[in-house]
């Protein structure tokens, strides 16, 4: 799997939201919160789709893109990755970062505490 860069990881992120979208669509929702032009998006797309990263329905006057690498893959390559750049492969390195980066809610602190507790019980 080739891995992404940022602004192709940007992108996405909002098509897996999306499910399918436009460049124009694409666009807005990268212009909420960084400045971007319109040409660059397309141009991220384009260089995505001769990667394979997206696909393109072009039925239609106004083409609509899909990711084709799906999330859940991508997110561990990455942190396969970074885990293994940044902690040296640790993975509680890596936890505890994570962890004193944020604040995370009493909800996340019980979902994560039930997430240890089932691979715990995975190990016995």
Not at 41 to 68: F, N, P
Request: charged share 30%; aromatic share 4%.
């Amino acid at each position: 799997m080739q891995k992404p860069t940022e602004a192709e990881l940007e992108v996405l992120a909002i098509l897996w939201e999306l499910k399918e979208a436009s460049v124009r669509q694409v666009h807005e929702r990268l212009a909420q919160t960084k400045e971007t032009g319109y040409t660059t998006t397309l141009k991220i797309m384009q260089i995505m789709h001769a990667k394979g990263m997206v696909s393109r329905d072009e039925k239609s006057r106004t083409h609509l893109y899909r990711a084709t690498v799906k999330q859940g893959d991508t997110q561990k390559s990455l942190l396969k990755n970074l885990m293994s750049s940044a902690f040296g492969g640790s993975s509680k390195a890596l936890v505890m970062q994570a962890l004193g980066q944020d604040n995370p809610s009493k909800e996340e602190l019980d979902e994560i505490r039930a997430f240890l507790d089932q691979l715990e019980n995975k190990k016995s």
